[in-house]
């Protein structure tokens, strides 16, 4: 499913079709263009509004026709939906990629879909890092993760720290890890640069928040983002595929579409032209 990728670490791997393990006969498709098959977004010829994310917009355990981005371009047929999740991706690899996309002229309006883990992966935290000592990942070929550091100004400066570091897997390094606050502090200056960066292209944005595994994350990213939508479903088996899966079910992605109409309804009715998030 996926392929080593430079700049992002890891991508997508075009005109793939991935099985569902735990849903029978159930087919995932990559396009060719290597981004989750949106049914109908091909066709379109309106407006391009990409949506950034992970596993959770990817779409994870759905059929091509069950994700919040195909329900969302089904119920707006005149704006183009373009998926931008890829699993395991945090906020720093979507800004990676908003680059790209602005770079190339590639949308017409962005939404950066979130999730609480976003935090530990956005910087190079032991119990993210721990998680790619998988050999799967070693096999794949993938040598690094971008990752944010901060400098003393609170800048952020985009480092590639290694994923294959074996020592992780003996020490406990929980005595030294940062506070909440201080996690919570890097991911709010990645999407400072998020927001500065589609500011600086005239791309119209949006945040919206997909979990509520940490209220008080969600509150604390409302609070410094006033325009954030929260549209995130609970944790528990009316929402999620658990006990098999922990991502978002049919009826989650259901919500999720419903709840983001508006703002996407809203960048096709005139902010076009220069509002921003």
């Known amino acids: 499913m996926f392929q080593p990728d430079p700049v992002l670490g890891w991508r997508l791997t075009p005109n793939h079709a991935v099985q569902v393990g735990f849903r029978k006969d159930l087919l995932q498709h990559v ?3 290597g981004w989750r098959h949106v049914p109908g977004s091909d066709a379109t010829v309106g407006r391009r509004v990409a949506i950034y994310g992970c596993s959770f917009t990817y779409g ?3 059929a091509d026709d ?3 981005t195909a329900l969302l371009q089904r119920g707006l047929p005149a704006v183009r939906i373009l998926n931008r999740g890829v699993g395991g ?3 720093v690899q979507n800004l990676l990629q908003l680059r790209r996309d602005i770079a190339c002229g590639a949308i017409d309006a962005a939404v950066f879909a979130i999730i609480s883990d ?3 992966r956005n910087i190079a935290h032991p119990q993210r890092m721990q998680q790619y000592l998988s050999r799967e990942w070693y096999q794949l070929g993938v040598e690094h993760v971008p990752v944010a550091r901060l400098d003393s100004m609170g800048g952020v400066r985009i480092i590639y720290p290694p994923i294959w570091q074996p020592v992780l897997r003996e020490a406990d390094f929980q005595i030294f890890l940062p506070d909440d606050h201080m996690i919570n502090t890097a991911t709010f200056a990645v999407l400072d640069l998020v927001r500065a960066t589609a500011q600086a292209a005239g791309i119209p944005l949006g945040f919206v928040l997909l979990d509520d595994l940490d209220r008080d994350f969600n509150t604390a ?4 983002f006033p325009e954030t939508r ?3 479903t609970p944790y528990d088996r009316d929402h999620t595929f658990l006990p098999q899966d922990i991502h978002p079910n049919v009826r989650a992605n259901a919500l999720f579409a419903d709840r983001l109409a508006p703002l996407i309804a809203g960048f096709s009715d005139g902010l076009w032209s220069g509002a921003r998030s």
């Open 66 to 68: 069950e994700t919040f």
């Open 60 to 62: 994870t355990g759905l």
């Open 221 to 224: 990213v409302c609070a410094r």
């Open 89 to 91: 991706h945090g906020t």
């Open 118 to 120: 976003h935090r530990f």
């Open 31 to 33: 396009a060719a263009d």
């Open 230 to 232: 929260d549209i995130s």
